[in-house]
Nanobody, 122 residues
Framework: QVSLVESGGGLVQPGGSLRLSCAAS????????MGWYRQVPGKQRELVAL???????TYADSVKGRFTISRDNAKNTVYLQMNSLKPEDTAVYFC????????????????WGQGTQVTVSS
């Protein structure tokens, strides 16, 4: 069983920055792909960024150039650095893990965190 715990959400003004963290139980980072997702009430959850076990990254077009996903295998933690935040980035952000990169991409990873709220507002 894998446990994921997100932190770092909060209220920030437009143009500001936040860094989300996702701490994982167990030493999974050598074999698991990780993803950050977000969801707004009434809308489908979307994949924001993913990082493979080898460290390759992919981003949604809406966050390219503003968000950066990274991982620290020694700390079993994945990060999402969010810069130049916009009101439309407001959502609950979730991290997830799966041994299958495909499942990360199609939004069906096995393990999910509980989510952290990010609100971008003046």
């Amino acid at each position: 069983q894998v446990s994921l715990v997100e932190s770092g959400g909060g209220l920030v003004q437009p143009g500001g920055s936040l860094r989300l963290s996702c701490a994982a139980s167990g030493n999974i980072f050598g074999i698991y792909a990780m993803g950050w997702y977000r969801q707004v009430p009434g809308k489908q959850r979307e994949l924001v960024a993913l990082i493979t076990s080898a460290g390759s990254t992919t981003y949604a077009d809406s966050v390219k150039g503003r968000f950066t996903i990274s991982r620290d295998n020694a700390k079993n933690t994945v990060y999402l650095q969010m810069n130049s935040l916009k009101p439309e980035d407001t959502a609950v952000y979730f991290c997830a893990a799966d041994q299958s990169l495909h499942k990360i991409v199609v939004l069906t990873p096995e393990f999910w965190g509980q989510g952290t709220q990010v609100t971008v507002s003046s």
